[in-house]
Each structure stands twice: as C-alpha cells, then as structure tokens.
C-alpha cells in the first residue's frame, strides 16, 4: 500500500487545518487507517483511528470535538480535518493503513503560530 499525505502547513492558533491522505490499493475498504503524529522530543501517538468501514472510530483524549476524520471510499482518501489548532498540535503528522505490515505515509508538517 502506498499513503500519499497532502494539506497540513502554517496557521495561527485558534485555526483550521486538512489533512488528506490517499491509498494506491484496491483493498482500501478492508483495513482501519489513521492519522499519527509526532514532535521533536516525542514519540508518535495515535491522534485519529477509523474503523475499515468508517464507523468505529477512535480519538485523542487532547483532540477529541476539535479533529474529524472521514473516509471516501469512493477516492480511497482519508482525510483529518483539525479545528482549534493549538500550539501543542505542532507535529508531523502520519497517515497510516492497518495493513501487515502496516503502511506509512511520508509525512506532513502542521505548524500552529502563537
């Protein structure tokens, strides 16, 4: 599986950001995806996990009523919509498929100015 990550960038808190992410396979629809980040100084944590079918999902305790993740299946894209931006949102973020071995993406910066 292939994960290509575009969006993210520069905002000021209080902000919105998207992410998107779109899978190059034909068994989109078979596997949880999700949106991961990571800070210098810190490890990668879970931010947003959607079920194979969109329905079960999961989120960070500190992101929970401020990030939406959606799937379409249709373009096999997940996107991460983040409002409220704070400045501890700060961080690559990560797409990634449940697959074995898991798939990452790239990688792509969100910042968020003070």
């Known amino acids: 599986v292939q994960l290509v990550e575009s969006g993210g960038g520069l905002v000021q808190a209080g902000g919105s950001l998207n992410v998107s992410c779109v899978a190059f396979d034909v068994g989109f629809m078979v596997y949880d995806m999700g949106w991961y980040r990571q800070s210098p100084g810190k490890g990668r944590e879970a931010v947003a996990i959607?079920?194979?079918?969109?329905?079960?999902?999961i989120y960070l305790d500190s992101v929970e009523g401020r990030f939406t993740i959606s799937r379409d299946f249709t373009k096999k894209t997940v996107h991460l919509r983040m409002n409220s931006l704070r400045h501890g949102d700060t961080a690559t973020y990560y797409c990634?498929?449940?697959?074995?071995?898991?798939?990452w993406g790239q990688g792509i910066q969100v910042t968020i100015s003070s």
């Open positions: 990634c498929a449940d697959t074995s071995p898991s798939a």
């Open positions: 959607s079920g194979w079918d969109g329905e079960r999902i």
